[in-house]
């Protein structure tokens, strides 16, 4: 049964794992440091916490009490109530979805362990934009791919607007950190796994007329440049979307790459 | 030959079509009153100017009328040219990307004359957010989707953010606005077009697999709703994107809009 505790100060130093969410240099040492993860509004933190991640705190207000109630008794964590102030004080914005939750991260499982039970693999090669990977990590979700891998430098899945964008499917969908980006792409072929790299090239192989292997990891690039030549290289095949000639014509030839990565899931599943 | 004007106040009657950017309301009367849009960035500017839409005038600074020169030296608009505190002063925020223009609107083709020279249609129900309205454009026009219809209350592809998200492909996909929702579809048919409505319910029949005749018309529905359950009712048949049967027991069953717009347009197009 969680505690409920009355605060009524933002500088509080109970209420430190939520302090000054909008920083995201002072959020990313902070959260490295202390191991946490933050959750934001009622049905991410359902999610977040039926995946079994270890609630820390929880923080809300006395009106969404109610809401939360069959999530927040079998805690054991404490749960701080507190006024829209306070919240406002503590994290510098206004937070409409009634409650924020800080849990404790788990450790990501090895590359190889996360292949060994996979077949669809998506793999994002430093991505920088925290709500793009939540947005990533949703469509892999509901598309079905079994796996996500991350470069070494890729966003955080864990990061609050990562977290909120994905709509907590980022705790449905497993995922490791490479530890190395260079030969990132070996383990892959040792598992098995015949890679793609997605490109906006037109003359590599449609997506839909790819030859999907047994096992397929498909290669995804960052916002701006895309995949680095180094992966484009190293892949098994190089893929692409079908873009409209009248469309090149005009200058309007790339699609986001949100879109292009749920097209993308969505021609790996099928 | 455009006329370069030094304009010194953000108070300034010439620089009305700018004024206050941010405030929603305030722009939609605005800019229908005065049959105006606006564009943003260098690369939306020629865009627009390319696809024909007359220019009111361009609002820039110094530093970067030598970028735009090949853009605005055939115009025979004002160009007016301020500080940075001059534009922040009257748009409310500072614009990153070097200019603003206001540009004519231009009369929308009927119905009728769109649907004619289409073969693969995108039909928006009500969706309430330029952004996404953008973005779906964006997709449309990379996608080589023919034209696009929009509900009577669907959201203005013209609104700045619009045109922004969409990276000026709101001028590249030919659209029209219906007069008339209830009824919305018959033209649809009347003009050939098997109309297929997109929902999230797995029964519905999964995208891949449907019979897209010489003429076919996608049904998305709104960003909370989806399709009003008129359209639904009215259309040949409902379609869906097969989701995993996984992620739905875990309840992140559903894709963002923009997602599902994206593999909606790829798989008419097929």
Known sequence: ????????????PR????????DVELRKSLEA????????????????????????????TRR????????????????YVVSEEVVEGVAGFQVH???????????????AALLARARRVLVLE????????????????????????????CADPLYRRSVKVSMGAVFAVPYARMTEWYDGLAELRAAGFRTLA????????PMDKVDLADRAALLLGSEGDGLSSRWLHEADQAVCIPMSAEA???????????AAAAIACYALVR
């Not at 009490?65 to 999530?71: C, E, K, M, P, T």
């Not at 939540?134 to 509901?142: T, Y």
């Not at 090149?248 to 949100?258: K, Y």
Request: negative net charge; charged residues 25%.
């Open 1 to 12: 049964m969680a505690e409920i505790l009355d605060v009524t100060s933002p500088d509080d």
């Open 15 to 22: 209420l430190d794992d939520y302090t000054r969410l909008r």
């Open 33 to 60: 440091e202390r191991g946490l993860f933050l959750a934001e509004g009622e049905k991410v933190i359902r999610r977040a916490v039926a995946a079994g991640y270890p609630v820390r705190s929880v923080l809300t």
């Open 64 to 79: 969404w009490l109610a809401a939360l109630a069959d999530v927040l008794d079998p805690l054991e964590a404490p749960v």
């Open 97 to 111: 979805r009634g409650a924020l939750a800080s849990l404790g991260r788990v450790e990501l499982p090895p590359t």
């Open 126 to 153: 430093d991505l920088v934009d925290h709500g793009n990977v939540g947005a990533i990590f949703r469509c892999a979700a509901a598309l079905g791919v079994d796996a996500v891998l991350l470069s070494p430098r």
């Open 198 to 205: 997605l490109t906006p090239d037109q003359s590599a192989a």
């Open 248 to 258: 090149m014509d005009l200058g309007v030839d790339s699609l986001n790459v949100v």
